[in-house]
């Protein structure tokens, strides 16, 4: 254990820990990963923790290590999260969290006639774009409707 900064990430003796979130989106986090309660790994998290640059949220998940591409979800709700691995009380992997080019089955279309929100079996997709004006921008694949708020409101 390297000191009290690293104490809450370091806490863990192996698993995955999800810092930086933005402040109030654990539980959006635990949503866009689709841990619910017949998830069988110990799951702890801190809401509104003060860190080194304001308030934070931190998630951590024992003894499972996510995908990348599980974990990189987590960017469209908050770019800023990091991604820690640990493996006997240390990190051996920190990353940063990086928009996907697109998901699948992630976000709800917001345009209520898209076939993704009809009867049929269909997954929502989205192409996912960044820009400075607009943050994270959604564009439907089936309907071209854009989703650039509220994205954590339409998590699926
Ligand atoms: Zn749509």
Do not use: W
Request: charged share 25%; net charge positive.
């Amino acid at each position: 254990m390297k000191g009290k900064r690293n104490l809450k990430v370091e806490a863990i003796e192996k698993g995955t820990v999800i810092d930086h979130i933005r402040a109030g989106q654990a539980l959006n986090v635990l949503r866009i990963l689709g841990i619910s309660s017949d998830f069988r790994a110990t799951i702890s998290f801190v809401m509104n923790a003060i860190g080194a640059r304001g308030k934070k949220d931190v998630v951590k998940i024992e003894g499972k290590e996510l995908s990348v591409e599980e974990l990189n979800k987590i960017a469209l709700i908050s770019p800023t999260a990091t991604i820690n691995i640990i493996r006997d009380f240390e990190v051996v992997q920190k990353n940063n969290v990086v928009l996907p080019p697109s998901v699948e089955g992630v976000v709800r279309c917001t345009n209520s006639k898209c076939i993704s929100n009809s009867n049929e079996p269909i997954k929502s997709k989205f192409s996912v774009q960044q820009s400075e004006e607009e943050g994270v921008t959604l564009r439907c694949l089936y309907c071209e409707h854009v989703i650039s708020e509220n994205i954590a409101e339409n998590l699926l």
